[in-house]
Structures are given as C-alpha cells and as structure tokens.
C-alpha cells in the first residue's frame, strides 16, 4: 500500500514536471518565434536603411560634383576672359552679373569670388591699379606677406570679401596651397559661414595661366598660378534641401562628417551629438571630388521602427495551439491511466474470482471424497447387517438405511462428477465398448421401476450404430441413466423411449421431414382434436415428434435401403461417429418458464417437484457437461402435461476391425446363437413398438413378421407354411408374439382352436408357441391357460433368450440334438488322465468340473511349478490345460521347460536301451492347451511359439473344447 | 404344505435368478456352472461359489492395500490382481463384477488413481450385492433340498 503511495506521488510530481516542462516549452517557443520575426523586421529595416542611406548620399554626391563642375567652368571663364584678353574682357561688374544670372546653376553655393595672386613685389602696383589696399579678414591693411591673394571679382551676395587677402585666412590660405598644388578643386574643413552661420565650406580652384601642360610639376603649377575662385558650400542648407526633395526623409537622421582626420570626425551636418534611434546605423562614404578630404554619411533612423503586428499574434497563436495539445495529451494520457487502472483492479479481481471458483471445487471434491469414504463403511456394514439374522422390523430399518445412504452416496458422487468437470478435472476415457449391452444395462436397472408403474419401456438401436465403440463408457452409461432415470421418476403412465441412431443419417430423415412439415403439422393438430391415439411407443402423444411412426418408418426405411452390412460404414466413413441418443418420455413434462433452467445446477423445474419427485437437479447439468466433453450437445423438448424428449449427440470413435472382433467377444453380453432361422410372428398394433421387439427378437437372429391383429396370424401362419411346403423345410420352431392390449382372451381361444385344428389337418406341423408380452405385474394374470410363457418389459435380448429357451426347449435340445458333440467329447475324454494347471482356484475348479462331466479324470496343479513336478517323465497324462498368466512361472515358461525335458527325454530313449514295455513312445509330446480369456491373435501365435498344441478359451465352451481336444486325443471307442 | 412351501421356494428362487439375470449380474455361466452339478457332485456349485468368494475376497483385500497409498501403488500388480479377479468372475458368470473389473483394469493402465479408487469402490459394492444374493440363493435351495427332502423322504422309504 504504502508502495503504492509512493507511486502515486511520484507519478504526481512527474505529471507535475511534464505540465510545467509543456508550458516552458510552450513560453520558449513564442519567445523564440517573437524575436525570429522582430529579427527580420529589423533585417529588413537595416536593408530599408541602407539603400536610403546609399540613395541620398549619391544624390549629395552628384549635385556636389555639378556645383563643382560649375566652378571649375567659371575658372576656365576667368582664365579666358580675364588673362587671355589684353585688356582683359572681364570687370568686377561683368562677373557679378554673370555669376547672379548663372546662379541657379549652382544652388549649394552661397557665392564665388576670385582673387588674384599678388606677390609681394607686385602689391603696390597691384594696390595702386585697383585703388585699394589689400586688407586681412578681419578688415585690416595687411601687413606684409610673401604674397597675396586679394579678392578682386565677387559675385553680388559676397561683395562683403572684396578686397580681403584669402590668404589671411588660416582655412583658405591651406586650400589655396594646396588647389594650385594640385590643380583641382579642394575644400576646406567645415567651419561656420560668414553671413549665415550655417556650416559650411570653401571650394577653392585654382586658374592657371595658359599653356600649363596637363603632367606639370607642382612648383611649375605653382609658378604658373593666375588666382584661385572660390566659394563657400552651405552644406547645411544643401542637405537640407536634398533630404526635402525625398520621401521618408521624416524618419531618417542624417549626419555629415569630414573625416579628414579619423580621429575626430567634424560634423558637417547633423546635431553635434547625434539622437535617434542609436541601436543601428548606416555609414556612406562620399566623394567630393578632393582627394584629400574624405567625407562621410551617417544615417539612422529617427525613431524604433515599430515592433511589427505579427511578432506578438503569431507566436500568441501557436502558444495557444500548443497549450490546447498539451491539454489534449493530458486528458488522453490521464484517461488511458484511469483506464488501465481499472482494468488492472478488474484483472485482480477476476483472478479472485477464478481462485475462489477453484477453492470451491476443490473443496467440493475434497469434501466429498471424505464423506465418501466412510459412507462406503457404513453402506457396506448395512450390507453385512442385512445378511445376519434379522426380524422383520430390524430388516426394513436396516433397509431403510441403506436405500438413503445409497441416496447419499449418489448425491455425494454428483456432487464430486460436478465440481471435477468445474475444476476440469473429469477426462473422458476411450476404451472399447458395446453400446446395446450398455443400454440393455441401463433399460434392466430400471425394469421394476417401470413395471411397477406400468411404463412402456424400450431401447432401440439402429442397426447402423457398429457394435463395438470407442470411448467412456462409465460416463456414456452414466448420461443416459440419469435421463431415464428422471424420464422414470417423472412419467405415470405412457412410455419411455430410448432411440440410438447415427447422427447424420438422423439428420437427412429430419430434413426429409422438414419437406413435408407443413402437411405434417396440420395432421398431427387434427389428431389433436379428434383425440385418437397416437402414433407412438405407447400410443400417448409425445413432446417431439421425432418418434411417431411416419416418422420412425422413414428411419427404418431408410436404414434397409442403404446396405446394413457392418464393412460398409466401416470402410467409407471416418474414425468418428456422431450417435444422436433421444429419450422420449410421456410425463409430467417441463413447464415453459422452467426450460431456460434445466441445466443450471441444483434446479429443478419449481421448488415443489423436489418435494414430490425427490432429486437435488444436479443430474441434468453434469448430464450436459459431460456430454459437451464427449463433444456432443444436449438438448430437449417439452410439453407440460405431454412429455419431455431429451435429445443428445455424442462424438465416439469407431473401433479397428481386428480389434473389434476381440473386443466383441470380451465386452458384448454374449447372445445365444441357438435362434437362428427361428421364426415370429408378433402381434402388435403399435408399429413403432413392434419395431422396437422386433429389434430385439432380431439381435437373436430370429426373423420376425409383424401383423396388427390377432386375426391376422392364420394367415401369417399359412404364408410360412406356403414357404414350408415350397420345399425349403425345415422344423425350426415357430414363436408367435402377442402383446398384452392385443391379447383377448376370446379371440385367443379362437386362435388356439383354429390352430390345434390346423395341426391336426396336418396343415402345420407344431403348434406355434405363444409368448405374451407384458408390461406391469397387473397384465401377467391376463395370461390364459393357452399362453406358454409371459415375458415381462422391457425386453432385454438376454432375457428373451432366456425364456424362448426355456419355453422351446432348445436349451435342453441342445443336449439332445447334439448327442453326437457331447458323444464324442464324453469319448474323447473318458478315462483319459488330464492336468488343469491354473493359479486360480475358481477357474481350476470349474475346468476340473467341466473336463470331469465328461469322465475325464482330473488332476490339478496351481503353478507352474506344481505342474512341472507333475510331469517329470514319465508321467500318466493324456492332455494337459494350461493357464498363460499365472505369477512366478506363467503358462508360456512351463511348456517351454516341459518342452525341453520331453525333448531330452527322447534323446535319451534313442540312444539309450529300448523304451520299457509300458511306454512305447519313442518320442514324448504331451499335448498342452493354453487356457486364457483374451484369444487375440498375438497370443495365439506366442501359444505355437513355446510349444503349446493349441487353446481354448475360458470359460470353456464345448464346441470349442470338442474342437481343440479332438487334434490330440484320440477316442478310445 | 411341506410341498407347496417347496414349490413356493422354487418360484422364488426362479424369480431372484431372473432377477439377477435381468440386472446382468450374473450371465449364462452361472447356468452352465449349475448344469455341471449332477449326482457325482452335488456341491459343485455352492462349492465352487465359496471358493470364488475365499479368492476374491483375497483379492480385494490386496487390491484395497494396494491402492492405500497413492504415491506407491503398484498399478502392474493391481493388473494380475485383477486378472485373476476377472478370470474368476468369468468362469462364475459373475458379469458385473467382470465388467467392474474391466473398467477397473482400464484405470489401472493409465495409471488413474482416483479412477482406480472408484472402481474399487464399485466393485467391492458389486461383490457385496452379489454375494448377498447369492447367499440368499443357496440359503432358498438348502431348505428347498430340505422340504423336498422331507417330501420325498417317505416316498423313498
């Protein structure tokens, strides 16, 4: 339990660990999905950035280099138009009004100037042409330099420069260096405009004088510099500009650097610290056209660019989607645990269940085995007391005693036949068997029962059933006693029917009447009505059909019309037979709301049956339990008030050929052959219940001729006779069979007369004997004078055997008529000296008694030891019997060593002197029988083996022994 | 009187015989068996009967010992035991009894031990039942010797 605890609270924390990995994971990958799409939103931005970046630096770029293009074109108008003419063409008013009027050309310049080079040798010449003094920046007379650069042509919007020397200026002195250097434009660092404060630079351009070769050296460029134009970039207003002529330009922060010197960019545009959105920017480089100068754009965005929609709504959806799997698993996952664990406790109680089923039966088996046993004590104590002298009332307590305790014990063996099957402990046994005899068997334990009440009570069996049978008989007989048993206790009057038939053929006969069913049904409903007898055993009406005779004639029919012969089935069908086993009975029947329960155990049809009829209800199920065994089936129909008809199949095997014959003759009642060719007539108005005797009269070989009446018989009578005279005599006897409802005393007297008077005519040569059959003790004193014997039912072909001998005369016949067997064998056998050898004094003291009847005289040993001291040589006997099993020396051993003590007897007798007078034997040979009780071939041919003359079988039969002594004995007569 | 009691005796033994020929406890044998009495041995059949009984009830008693244990039983021995038992019962025409035995003999070759037990059982009651009728028998004809006897008795005198 506590084990189980653990479990459940490890699997708790388990279940627990799995919820929170599942949603971790779930958090994971929306986290992971959100910054994979912020990635590309942001990629995606950078690249927006970039291309706008690269855009607006390119535009900067060319609109910077047309601005240039333009100075560069007002330096060569300045060279042309200033050095070239004599006197130069151009004036400071000409420039100025040129310059305005092509300014448009030039937007990102606030002014051009140009000043010319004056060195210091040439200022006052200079100063004195111009009518000015050359001043420094900060408008002051300049002092003295090397030279001078003063501005002497500016355009209208810079006239503010005329006349300042461009070299005084730290930033324009180094430009102007630096452009005549080169011959290029170049610019300044950024600084803050004069005028407009905005940032700006100064482009500076150097004019050559004419003739400069393109190659020159730098002091040539130097030598042959007129002066320099320049112009002052508002580089601010000039971004400005640009960035208002695109779109987007909201978004965008854009810096200028120089980065002339890397270590401290100058800005040229732009805050000088710059804002925005920090996280990623862009970097352009420019080109102004300056070698030296290298500028630089920066861009970045204004603002965050916006977390986009779907960052937050995609992976919220696959969150969701994942929760609801995880969910999903769960409930699944928990409902296949709940699931299991209920199948498991089912498990666990089925196996309860099973072991308290097991526990039971095996109690039950215990239990009863205990009772048993000591109840075998008391039964048999009761049978010893009833055997002691006893008064009247003793013996019925004695009695009564023991008519319960075999109750008990009955019960007690259901009980235990029960709980084995339950416990599957019952096995079915196959050995060989004989069905008839097993069924005579059952019919005789219930005669007086059925006399007493005056029941019909019949068996048949189809011919086509072979005699010999494998399979348990013990629970065969036990299926079938227990179904007539309660036929018996449930019927008052009518019949009780047993039927035996192949089940396959049963079936075709049921088909056939399937056909006809209709015309079948309504005819049985009027005999209904009418109330005429019916066609049955008994004349009663029956629960099933089956057995009526339309119905039981189709069967006959059928069975002579398909050939009888025993090979036949043998050799075409297989190893099983199916037998269809019916017991119809005319009772009490089953009443409808019962029928469901027949074979529940320990149930009766209502509680007052058990009251009225007796019985615990438990036959029926083991009835059915063991016929499922044999694999069969049972089932029944019933009527209330008409009769109940227990039908079941059993599977049996069909028992080998060889086997069989042997089998037959160790297992079957063995029948008197003496009938054969005898003749009957029966007189019987029920034809189902003539060709149940006339099944019976048959097994004896006696031939039977059925007729309705008794009025019938003369003519019957006078057929076998037409037969007589027609040549094929014969005196075998004739028997004439009335049953008892046919028996009329006046009739009968009729009969008697009619036949006496035909004797006398000669017409027939014995008067038939006549046998009445009877069914209770009641019909016995119907019997006239005129009947010779009375045969009580049911017919048992033993006892009917048994009477015709006694009331023909054959038994004693025999004697008589086979004066000549008994002759020979009394001739055979008188006098003559023989040994029975056998260990058991009962059959030693039969066989004596036998071979003495006929005047042999007997000795006898009881081993094989004796016998041999018997027969040491020489000895008196003729014959001697043997017994084959016998302990210590059995019957083969002892005619081996007598064997060999006669064989060295012979040798001794050749060589030796001649034989005495009183045996003239020249070579002894006692001739040996073996005795045993199962004659099958292999120990016949063991018999010849060791020596032996031949056998005969126990009990001694005399043809036989006449057979078997009449090889060796010689008669005397 | 004396006469009509031996007649009644007859009857009666003649119904007890049919009866045990119905319940095939006994068969032809026992006839033949009673045929064999004559003259030169008047006994032969109560004679030969209490021989079988001795004998049986030897057997029956080693069978019973035999089967005692159920971890060490003997099932060969059981088998001649039966054998002698069944050749015995034969040669009586004790069916049944035989019959019993067959079906014991069966149990005892699968080695069945509870099955052997039963049979035992049933055999033992199928003795008892036999020899008490069979008494009952020898008991009906030994006063039906008698009245016949004393019937006859001045006739020969």
């Known amino acids: 339990m506590a084990e189980m605890v653990a479990g459940d609270r490890r699997w708790w924390l388990y279940r ?66 200033h050095y070239q003419k004599h006197p130069p063409a151009l004036d400071q008013e000409t420039f100025a009004d040129y310059t305005a009027r092509t300014a448009f050309e030039r937007p990102l310049l606030s002014g051009v100037a140009y000043a010319q080079r004056v060195v210091h040798s040439e200022r006052e010449l200079f100063e004195s042409q111009q009518g000015w003094m050359i001043k420094t920046m900060k408008r002051e007379p300049s002092p003295v330099q090397d030279e001078y650069a003063p501005v002497i042509y500016s355009q209208e919007t810079i006239s503010y420069i005329e006349a300042l020397d461009m070299m005084s200026g730290e930033e324009d002195r180094e430009n102007i260096l630096r452009a005549r250097a080169t011959g290029k434009a170049v610019l300044t660092s950024p600084f803050r405009l004069l005028g407009s404060n905005h940032l700006g630079v100064v482009l500076t351009f150097p004019v050559y004088r004419s003739g400069l070769p393109a190659d020159a050296m730098v002091e040539e460029r130097v030598e042959a510099t007129a002066g320099y134009l320049g112009g002052a970039f508002d580089v601010e207003s000039l971004v400005e500009n640009l960035l208002r002529q695109l779109a987007g330009n909201q978004d965008i922060m854009v810096n200028v650097y120089d980065v002339t010197n890397a270590s401290e960019p100058l800005v040229m545009y732009g805050s000088q610290f710059p804002d ?102 008391v039964l048999g104590m009761l049978d010893m007391l009833l055997d002691t002298n006893l008064n009247l009332t003793q013996k019925d307590y004695a009695q009564t005693a ?15 036949d029960r ?45 086509r059933v072979p005699e010999i049978l494998m399979g348990d008989p013990g629970r065969f007989r036990q299926i079938i006693t227990n179904l007539v048993g309660n036929s018996v206790k449930f019927t008052e009057r009518g019949h009780i029917f047993v039927q035996v038939h192949l089940a396959e053929h049963s079936n075709t006969i049921t088909e056939a009447k399937v056909e006809t069913g209709l015309n079948g049904h309504s005819g049985e409903a009027k005999i209904i009505s009418t109330g005429t007898a019916f066609d049955t055993l008994s004349g009663l009406e029956a629960a099933d059909c089956r057995n009526s005779w339309e119905n039981f004639k ?75 065994l044999m694999g069969g089936q049972i089932n029944f129909v019933s009527r209330p008030h008409v009769g109940s008809t227990f039908t079941f199949t059993a599977v049996l095997q069909r028992c080998d050929k060889s086997a069989g014959s042997d089998a037959k003759r160790a297992l079957s009642e063995v029948l008197p052959t003496c009938f054969g060719g005898t003749r009957a007539i029966l007189v019987d108005r029920r034809p189902v219940r003539g060709a149940v005797t006339r099944y019976h009269l048959q097994r004896l070989g006696i031939s039977v001729e059925c007729v309705s009446t008794i009025n019938e018989v003369p003519n019957a009578i006078q057929g076998q006779n037409g037969c007589l005279r027609s040549g094929t005599h014969s005196k075998q006897p004739c028997i004439l069979l009335i049953e008892h409802d046919s028996w009329d005393t006046k009739a009968d007297v009729c009969l008697c007369n009619q036949l006496i008077q035909w004797k006398e005519n000669g017409r027939i040569i014995e008067i038939p004997k006549v046998v009445l059959l009877v069914t209770s003790e009641s019909d016995k004193t119907k019997a006239g004078s005129d009947v010779d014997i009375v045969i009580m039912k049911p017919l048992r072909a033993s006892t009917v055997a048994a009477c015709f001998q006694q009331v023909l005369g054959i038994g004693k016949q025999q004697t008589r008529d086979r004066p000549k067997g008994s002759a020979s064998l009394s001739g055979l056998l008188d006098g003559k000296n023989i040994l029975v050898v056998d260990d058991n004094k009962v059959n030693l003291r039969v066989a004596a008694g036998v071979l003495k009847k006929y005047g042999a005289n007997v000795e006898c040993a009881e081993s094989g030891k004796d016998a041999l001291s018997l027969l040491q040589l020489p000895h008196k006997f003729d014959a001697c019997f043997m017994d084959v099993q016998m302990p210590e020396m059995d019957g083969f051993e002892a005619t081996r060593q007598i064997r060999l003590m006669e064989s060295k007897a012979t040798e001794k007798n050749r060589i030796g002197p001649a034989p005495e007078e009183g045996s003239l034997k020249t070579a002894w040979h006692l001739p040996i029988l073996a005795m045993t009780a199962d004659v099958i071939q292999a120990t016949y041919e063991e018999c010849l083996k060791c020596g032996m003359d031949g056998y005969v079988s126990k009990p001694f039969e005399e043809a036989q022994l006449y057979q078997a002594v009449a090889e060796f004995l010689v008669s005397d007569s | ?45 109560s004679e030969v009967i209490s021989i079988y009984f001795r004998e049986s009830e030897k057997l029956l008693k080693n069978l019973r010992s035999l089967l005692a244990d159920r ?67 020898f008991q009906m004809e030994q006063q039906r010797v008698m009245a016949a006897g004393a019937r006859y008795h001045p006739l020969l005198s």
């Open chain 1, 16 to 81: 627990k660990a799995m919820v929170v990995l599942w949603v971790s994971a779930s958090v994971g990958i929306w986290v992971g999905l959100h910054w994979y799409i912020r990635r590309v939103s942001m990629r995606k931005a950078e690249e927006s950035l970039v291309s706008m970046c690269e855009e607006r630096a390119r535009m900067l770029q060319d609109q910077f280099a047309v601005s240039v293009n333009h100075v560069h074109a007002l330096a060569i108008l300045v060279s042309t138009f």
């Open chain 1, 276 to 377: 925005g959105y920090m996280s990623f920017s862009h970097v352009s480089m420019l080109d102004f056209g300056d070698p030296f100068r290298r500028h630089q754009m920066e861009c970045r965005y204004s603002n965050k660019p916006p977390i986009p929609l779907s960052a937050i709504t995609t992976p919220s959806g696959v969150f969701v989607i994942c929760m609801l799997a995880g969910y999903i698993l769960y409930a699944a996952w928990n409902r296949y645990d709940n699931v299991k664990e209920d199948c498991r406790k089912m498990e666990e109680l089925k196996k309860q269940a099973e072991a308290a089923d097991v526990a039971k039966s095996q109690f039950l088996a215990t239990v009863s085995h205990e009772i048993r046993t000591p109840m075998n004590g």
């Open chain 1, 402 to 416: 023991q008519v319960c305790g075999k109750a008990l014990i009955s019960l007690i063996n259901e009980v235990l």
């Open chain 1, 419 to 463: 709980a084995k099957i339950e416990a599957g402990k019952l096995e079915i046994e196959s050995v060989p068997f004989d069905l008839r005899s097993i069924l005579d068997d059952v019919i005789s334990l219930f005669s007086a029962k059925s006399r007493e009440k005056g029941i019909e009570l019949a068996v048949y069996v189809s011919d």
């Open chain 1, 554 to 628: 189709m069967v006959l029919s059928h069975e002579q019309t398909l050939p009888t012969s025993s090979g036949m089935p043998n050799d075409n069908y297989a190893d099983k037979v199916t037998l269809m086993v019916t017991v119809e009975d005319t009772g009490i029947g089953i009443p409808f709301h019962a029928q469901n329960r027949v074979f529940t155990p320990f149930m009766q049809a209502d509680s007052s049956t058990s009251r009225n009829y007796g019985g615990t209800g438990i036959g029926l199920s083991i009835s059915k339990c063991l016929v499922e």
């Open chain 2, 1 to 45: 009187m004396l006469g009509l009691g031996a007649a009644r005796l007859e009857a009666d033994m003649n119904r007890l015989m049919a009866l045990l020929f119905h319940q095939g406890v006994l068969d032809e044998q026992f006839m033949q068996l009673q045929q064999l009495q004559d003259e030169s041995s008047p006994n032969f059949v």
């Open chain 2, 71 to 137: 971890e060490c039983t003997d099932y060969r021995k059981i088998g001649i035991h039966l054998n002698q038992l069944m050749g015995s019962s034969s040669s009586v025409g004790a069916k049944r009894v035989r019959t019993v035995c067959l079906a014991f003999r069966a149990a005892s070759e699968h080695n069945n031990w509870s099955g052997c037990l039963r049979s035992l059982e049933v055999l033992e009651h199928e003795y008892c039942y036999l020899k008490t009728k069979l008494h009952e028998l």
